[in-house]
């Protein structure tokens, strides 16, 4: 910037000293002074084009401040270039699939496609906004940041050979946009064009200016061959394995059932430092299973190689099995820095009983937390008092002097307590016969016009009773569920809980067919113009966005403000304002999370002895020893 203004101020002297020898046919000094000023404005004006037009040129960026890693690694510190390639695992899935085709709407796909895929950049598992250049080289842009090109390397091709272009990066956003999931499509809302400058030069435009994070965005995009595509129909739902770049590819599946991948032996870019050491097994077989026990049945007899523990009882009761006993398996519980969503039950704000705050607050009032830590969670999670939480995203404690200035333009659109308290959900004595928050709750009720008559919450208005169902698609969280049920039963409202397929889930949650579902929100730190597809107005009537029916103007404003933040104090002080706005207004029933990451595995595995800082590694850093699997007795 002081090179910038020294500029500026050269030029201006220049200016005036050539103004001064310069005699002037206007004897009137008033029309010399404009003269003056106007030919300072036009020579500033193309000073100021050509600063804006100065470009940088990098082959790792970060959203905020630099990458971790330096240019010159030889390779990730959390990945062991010598690990040795081959052998088999097999890994389990929930629920089913009948897509490979995860861009568009239509269908269920693998939620391990990505596998098969490589980006302009890639993340590390060490930070959170950091990208390295994996099919792009470099990136260049303007200090304004309203455009970047991404140079792809020479090296990069498909596994048929064929070399990746600048035209399948087009192809690839245009049919985002046009034809894109809602969820996928918000976060390249700001990306206005891609355009192909040749080959091996890559452009987008922006539709914003100084800020860092459409750049990223861009940077996170996947080709789609435009040779592969030519004839097909890339809005459909297929089962044929896509054209792609990845570390894997298919090699069977059997839909609904099983996805084999396989390594690519001749990956073209395994020998990059980011890729060293990495994607170590020859093949990787995922199962599903549309039951979690007999899913982890098939774990403890030897048919999967390695679990992610998400049930609390099944982690703390029923481990206690020979195979842990002796060293056979393996159980490890490894403390997690990963930013987590907010889980928990998301209201239908279309369902006209739920636009009143009140009955929202009230049915949130209802959720014994204490007590099903108590008899259900062992005591292994903690509650949920954000929508970004593990993270520094998320309001802590009442707002500090930069959130309340954030908010006070909207002062008076705000629920009481917003801009002086800090959001703490209701609090039990942990019995499961709290009658203070339940009395709290009926009066809440009251102020909205429901009432208790004769053990039924009903309307004052036409005396119907109210009724809640909760939808789930996943078993444990029924069980979880069921003490809060019976708690809204004993306050009058006719409560149930629906266990649908994870197919029928996502129908009913795109068609906005539900009370409340049960489930979490997945921010992708640093949030962006994601929340636009998860809160915005826009997006509250777009089938697959908003399926809430969030309307809330102060909730826009901040999620603008969100995507336009310069510095990353700015984007964490804002991001902390649009949650403490979501939590009072209560659009979800917040429930728990785990901030350790349970695993068991059979012990046929070596790993690095540093992990990465958000992920357990697996399965991208592991690899099979071959003197534990030799030894392994399942």
């Not at 037009?53 to 010159?72: C, Q, R």
């Not at 090699?251 to 990956?267: A, F, H, M, N, Q």
């Amino acid at each position: 910037m002081m090179d910038e203004q020294n500029k500026m101020n050269t030029m201006r002297q220049k200016i005036c000293s050539d103004l001064g020898e310069f005699e002037s046919p206007f004897k009137n000094p008033r029309l010399t002074g404009l003269l003056v000023a106007l030919l300072i404005a036009v020579m500033l004006t193309s000073l100021n084009k050509a600063v804006a037009e100065e470009t940088v040129k990098k082959s790792a960026i970060a959203e905020f401040g630099e990458p971790l890693y330096a240019e010159g690694m030889e390779h990730f510190p959390y990945a062991n270039p010598n690990a040795p390639k081959g052998g088999k695992v097999v890994l389990s899935d929930f629920g089913s699939f009948d897509t490979l085709n995860f861009y568009v709407q239509k269908g269920e796909w693998p939620s391990s496609i990505g596998v098969v895929y490589d980006e302009l950049m890639t993340g590390s598992g060490d930070e959170i906004d950091g990208l390295y250049g994996l099919i792009a080289e470099t990136v260049e842009y303007p200090s304004d940041k309203s455009w970047a090109v991404f140079t792809i390397r020479e090296a990069a091709v498909y596994h048929d050979g064929s070399p990746i272009v600048a035209a399948d990066f087009v192809f690839a956003l245009d049919t985002i946009k046009q034809h894109g999931r809602p969820f996928i499509k918000s976060f390249y809302e700001d990306i206005i064009s891609a355009e192909a400058l040749s080959d091996k030069q890559l452009k987008y435009n922006f539709a914003t200016t100084d800020s860092m994070k459409p750049i990223t965005t861009a940077a996170g995009m996947s080709p789609l061959p435009v040779h592969y595509w030519q004839g097909k129909d890339a809005t459909a739902s297929t089962l044929e394995p896509p054209l792609s770049s990845g570390p894997y590819r298919v090699k069977v599946l059997d839909p609904g059932r099983s996805i084999t991948y396989e390594r690519v032996e001749d990956y073209w870019a395994k020998d990059l430092p980011i890729k060293r050491g990495l994607n170590n097994f020859d093949e990787i077989r995922y199962e599903y299973y549309r039951d979690l026990t007999v899913e982890f049945e098939a774990f403890k007899a030897g048919e999967i190689d390695f679990r992610s523990e998400s049930s609390a009882k099944r982690w703390v009761t029923e481990y206690n099995i020979k195979p842990v006993e002796s060293g056979a398996m393996r159980k490890q519980e490894i403390p997690s820095k990963r930013p987590r969503g907010m889980g928990g039950y998301f209201f239908n704000l279309k369902q006209d009983k739920f636009k009143d705050v009140r009955v929202r607050q009230a049915i949130m009032t209802l959720y014994d937390f204490e007590a099903i830590q108590r008899t259900l969670l062992y005591g292994q999670y903690s509650r949920i008092s954000s929508y970004f939480p593990n993270s520094d995203y998320g309001a802590v404690g009442e707002p500090g002097d930069a959130e309340k200035a954030i908010l006070a333009p909207f002062a008076d659109q705000l629920p009481e307590g917003t801009l002086d308290k800090a959001f703490t959900p209701p609090v039990t004595d942990g019995s499961g016969r709290d009658r203070n928050n339940r009395r709290t709750a009926l009066q809440l009720f009251k102020q909205a016009g429901w009432i208790l008559k004769d053990g039924k919450l009903i309307s004052a208005d036409d005396g119907r009773q109210f009724q809640l169902e909760l939808m789930t698609a996943y078993p444990e969280s029924q069980r979880l569920a069921l003490p809060y049920v019976e708690n809204l039963k004993k306050s009058g409202i006719d409560a149930s809980i629906r266990l649908v397929d994870t197919s029928q889930w996502r129908v009913r949650i795109h068609d906005s067919d539900f009370d409340l579902w049960v489930g979490g929100l997945n921010f992708f730190p640093p949030p962006g113009t994601e929340l636009r597809s998860f809160f915005g107005s826009e997006s509250a009537d777009v089938r697959g966005g908003n399926s809430g029916g969030i309307k809330n103007p102060v909730v826009d404003a901040l999620i603008e403000q969100i995507v336009v933040a310069k510095d990353l104090e700015t984007l964490q002080n804002t991001t902390r304002a649009l949650d403490r706005v979501l939590l009072w207004n209560h659009y979800a029933v917040p429930s728990y999370f785990n901030d350790e990451s349970w695993i068991a595995y059979w012990d046929r595995f070596g790993y690095p002895e540093q992990r990465p800082i958000y992920s357990v590694g697996f399965p991208g850093t592991w690899w099979i020893d071959s003197e534990k699997d030799a030894a392994l007795n399942r």
